[in-house]
Structures are given as structure tokens and as C-alpha cells.
């Protein structure tokens, strides 16, 4: 047995093993639900209520999937590319030190010049952290799997350092966190007395912003060459080198624009736990949006609603809230499968 690519998939080649995957794993979940002690459809229907059956869960599923669409794109675009970013989650500390370091009185502007500012900075520092190892791939041939994973250790160390040290709030009681950022650095609210904020809307731009980028732009077909046969796009006259780099410069500003959306949209200060592993998950949203930016805003919301849902759901029933991850690794490994087998078929030698 082999597998033998298919030179042009149909439309129902390449929606239907998707389809199935998304099936196969609410059955997979099902059938964990039912081994746990629970109803399957009473789990779903708990899930689906705690993540949009009230104004407050639905604006918290809103809220919990605006880092998730950027850390969404961050991958969707450097996978598109070839470029193989497992460092998001570092890229987004790093957006969100820079947002903490210059927001905390470092500038003394008003809103509407300080927050794009802000926002500016964050990109810069996700897209520098990239940048790095997009430059060992490049000129050493250096594995950027390898080195964009260990960054997200190295940093998280680094930030650790600095809520011991540089950036420890005086006033914080001993606790390991950055002082407040000024109101000025903060995203306003969507709706007063609630969490969500405008970062959401920025999270919106950004994904119709890639998805212009990828069908309507040089670069984006340059992404997609690159992406599709590095060689060929050599010879074809296309920079790869040039091409790889502008791909890790917007990916990892991508994901530190989470970072920054965290900080000053939600949390107000830094913590070691801002992230409870965003960058990871992007991936998985990545994966289920089959790379597509508009599809990467479905994806996330998808993502967050059975985080959220999970934990209403757990409250309600008593089945263990890790159902949830569950169910994502279960999409990610099955979606990775349907990728596959919507592009290539078995043959028998």
C-alpha cells in the first residue's frame, strides 16, 4: 500500500474527511461522557448552554476566543508557508512584556496614540522572537520545530525572572506580577461590568487582514508557493529565503498581539499564568480551520465554547471538565488525518 496524490481533489474530497473527523470525535467524546457517568446528549447540551446560553457566557466564550484567533492566524500563516512555528506561546509573553513595560508609565500619552502604539510594540516583539529561529532555518538549515518549542520554555523562564526582579509590583504583596498598566494603556470594554473587550473587534480585522493578504496580495501567493514546493518556487524566481522571513515577521506579530490583547484588554498586569497554554491551542484552531484565516475565527470560537462550556458542564453533571481536552486532541490527530486523506489516496502495489 502507498499513498498517491491527488492532483485536484474535488469539493467533496476535501470537505468530507473534515466532516467525518469532527464527527468522529463528538463520538469519541460521547462515548468518554458515557464511561464517566453522564448523559451524552445532557453533556453536549450542558456544554453548549454554558458557552452560549446567557448574555455573560456568550461574551465569555467571545472573550476566551479573541487570543485564540490571533494565536489562530499566528500559525495559519507560518504553516502555510512551511514554517513550522511551535513558539506562539513565547511570541505572545513577549507581546505582552513589552505591553507591561511600556504601559506602565514609560509613555505618557493619550489613549488613542498610546494603545495602537501598544499594539505596534507587541508585533515587533512576537515578530522579533521568530525572526530568530526563521534566520537559523534559512542560513543553517536549523530545524525551526526544534527551536521555536524550546523558546517557549526559555522565555516563560525569562518572564519568570522579570516578576522576581525588573518587573516585580512593589505593591504586590510578594506576589510574582508586574504592576497595572496605566488607564490609558487599557482596551476599553465591549459592554460595561463585563470582561469583553475590544480586542475581540482587533482579533476580527486581523483575520479579514490575512485572508486580504493571502488572496490578494503578492506575498500571499509567494506563502503558498513557498508552502506548496519550496524548489519549485526557487526556480520559479520567487525569494524563498525573503519569503520565509516576512512569514515569521507577520506570525509572530500575529501572536503577540494576543499577548497584548491579554494584558491590556483583560488581565490589566502580568502574571506567569497569563497564558494557560493559548499558543498550543492555537494550533488545534489552526488545524480545524484548515489554515483558512476566516475559518481560523470559527475554529476559535468552536475552541472556546467547549472550554467554557466545560466548565459550566462539569459543575452541572459532575463529569470532569478535561473532557474538553480531550476532545481537542482528538480534533487536532483526527483533522491532521482528514488533511491527509483529502489529498492523497491509497493504492495497492
Known sequence: MRL??????SWQRRLMPPALALLATFAIAALLA?????EPLSIFGLILTG???SKFALLETLNRATPLIFTGLAIAVAFRAKLWNIGAEAQLYAGAVITVVLGTGALSLPAPLLLPLL?????VAGAALLLGPALLKT???VDEVVTTLLFNFIFLLFVSYLLEGPLKDPMGMGWPKSPRLSPEARLPRVVDGLRLHWGFALALISAVAIWVINTRTTLGYEMRAV???AEAARFAGIPVTRVILKTALLSGGLAGLAGYSEVAGLKGALTLDLSPGFGYTGIVVAMLALLHPLGV???ALFVAAIFVGADSMSRAAGVPSYLADIMLASALLLMVLAILLSKFRLRRD
Open 51 to 53: 458557552a452560549f446560553g
Open 4 to 9: 498517491e496524490p491527488i492532483a485536484a481533489p
Open 119 to 123: 499594539g505596534l510594540a507587541a508585533m
Open 227 to 229: 508552502g506548496q514546493n
Open 34 to 38: 458515557q464511561i464517566a457517568g453522564g
Open 139 to 141: 542560513r543553517l538549515g
Open 297 to 299: 475565527v470559527f475554529a
